[in-house]
Each structure stands twice: as structure tokens, then as C-alpha cells.
Antibody, heavy 121, light 106 residues
Framework: QVQLVQSGAEVQKPGASVKVSCEAS????????VHWVRQAPGQGLEWMGW????????KNARKFQGRVTMTRDTSITTAYMELTGLTSDDSGVYYC??????????????WGQGTLLTVSS | DIQMTQSPSTLSASVADKVTISCRAN??????LAWYQQKPGKAPKLLIY???ILQSGVPSRFSGSGFGTEFTLTISSLQPDDFATYFC?????????FGQGTKLEI
């Protein structure tokens, strides 16, 4: 069965960076884009960007331009999302999600369990 | 970006009730709308895509309808497991955007 397993909770200081991993299994990793979505405490969901595991091409939301980097390692079927210049506004849960077809704008049929990020001094 | 507005924000209901949640887009998204269910501390779960297509494994008491700017999610007979928060998402235009959520509570 399709599974996306994310790395564990993180606590970071303002100005620091965080790198979240998302290990995929149960399907052909290179066949589907991986998107990243975040959820601030008690808030809705916000799309951050996607990576094409085949080519490594990425597209990020304007809001995160210059602060987010998405990469992948196909040998271990894992996608990564690194966010720099953290502020308290970046606290929340970060999800990776699989898109059922290749598009910038798409729905998500499988999600990781989420990674809680707390930014605090 | 397209704005998605859900109503109500909170909905109180009982087991066996029929409930409807609304989602409105500020411009036409044709039928490119998905619904998700999220329970506390869990990831969202896809229920419906393309406005009315039930995701595999989702109970048939869930249904979706709508086109253009107005959409609804209906649960025909609430079960205890259905008490959760529900989000709509448009994916017609980049970037995909989500509604703020409707919390369904007892």
C-alpha cells in the first residue's frame, strides 16, 4: 500500500533552518509529483510547492520563494523540504502529499503523517 | 489566488443526521474541487475529487455536488467516525487553495 513516512518533530530557533524528509513506499516514486503543504496551528492548509522526483524540477509558492528548497533522493525514494530563515510564523505541521497526476495544481490522494515544527527562542 | 470559503465554520449534529457543508469559490473552478476529512493530529484524507467522484474506499454516505463556484459535501447518515474537520480544495488554477475548514461536532 502507498505510504509516505515523514521525519519526526523539530524544534528550531528563529533564523535557523529545518529539513523534513518524506520516504515513499508502495508505488513507483518517480511516477508521481510530491507536494508539500503546511498547516499553522488551528489554521487551514497552505500549499508550499512540489518536486518531480524524476527530473528534480520544482515549483514553489511565491510566498516561500528564496526560503524553500525541495530535493529528492531516488535511490531511497525520499523527498526533502528545507525551509530557511525560520520565524515563529513558520510553526505548524508540514505534510508531504502525493499527487495522482503531474500538474502544478492538483488534489492529493495520499499524505504523510505530518511533521510538527516549533520555532521558538 | 482563488479564495475558497466554507460554511458553516462549525456544525453541530447527531448520529444518523444528514448534514451538508458548503464551499464557495470566488471565481469559477468548473468541477476541479476536492474534499478532505481531517481528524485531530492526523493528516487529511481524500474523500471526493472532481466535485463528485468518491475516492476508493470512502463510504457511500459521502457525496459531493456542484459546479462553477458553489459546491456541497453531503453526509447522508452521520456515523460516530465522521465527527472531524472537513476541507475543500480547488485545483483548477495554480496554486491550489483550501477552504478554512468546517468542524463537524456532536
Amino acid at each position: 500500500q502507498v505510504q509516505l513516512v515523514q521525519s519526526g518533530a523539530e524544534v528550531q530557533k528563529p533564523g535557523a533552518s529545518v529539513k523534513v524528509s518524506c520516504e515513499a513506499s508502495g508505488y513507483t516514486f518517480t511516477g508521481y509529483y510530491v507536494h508539500w503543504v503546511r498547516q499553522a496551528p488551528g489554521q487551514g492548509l497552505e500549499w508550499m510547492g512540489w518536486i518531480d522526483p524524476t527530473s528534480g524540477d520544482t515549483k514553489n509558492a511565491r510566498k516561500f520563494q528564496g526560503r524553500v528548497t525541495m530535493t529528492r533522493d531516488t535511490s531511497i525514494t525520499t523527498a526533502y523540504m528545507e525551509l530557511t530563515g525560520l520565524t515563529s510564523d513558520d510553526s505548524g505541521v508540514y505534510y508531504c502529499a502525493r499527487a495522482p497526476y503531474t500538474s502544478s495544481s492538483v488534489y492529493y490522494d495520499h499524505w504523510g503523517q505530518g511533521t510538527l515544527l516549533t520555532v521558538s527562542s | 489566488d482563488i479564495q475558497m470559503t466554507q460554511s458553516p465554520s462549525t456544525l453541530s449534529a447527531s448520529v444518523a443526521d444528514k448534514v451538508t457543508i458548503s464551499c464557495r469559490a470566488n471565481q469559477s473552478i468548473t468541477s476541479f474541487l476536492a474534499w478532505y476529512q481531517q481528524k485531530p493530529g492526523k493528516a487529511p484524507k481524500l474523500l471526493i475529487y472532481k466535485a463528485s467522484i468518491l475516492q476508493s474506499g470512502v463510504p457511500s454516505r459521502f457525496s459531493g455536488s456542484g459546479f462553477g463556484t458553489e459546491f456541497t459535501l453531503t453526509i447522508s447518515s452521520l456515523q460516530p467516525d465522521d465527527f472531524a474537520t472537513y476541507f475543500c480544495q480547488q485545483y483548477n488554477l495554480y496554486p491550489g487553495t483550501f477552504g478554512q475548514g468546517t468542524k463537524l461536532e456532536i
